[in-house]
């Protein structure tokens, strides 16, 4: 189990590339909810998430 917060890289049944948050627990916290084609496309999603994460903001929705 990794110590801290990772992503995982994998190819669907579908041959798409996906990739998954995984925290020290074990737990998905997110993931691409999508397919992408080319491993180089994943990796790319995944430093999109890296880049917006730290200027997000929470929305409470009623």
């Known amino acids: 189990m990794p110590t801290n917060p990772s992503f995982e890289v994998y190819q669907d049944n ?3 590339w996906r990739w998954r948050l995984v925290v020290s627990n074990g737990n998905i916290i997110a ?16 430093e999109s ?4 994460v730290p200027k997000a903001t929470v929305e409470l929705q009623s």
Do not use: F, T
């Open 49 to 52: 998430v890296r880049n917006a």
């Open 31 to 46: 993931d691409s909810g999508e397919g992408y084609a080319s491993k180089q496309g994943v990796k790319r999603g995944i």
């Open 14 to 16: 579908a041959d798409e």
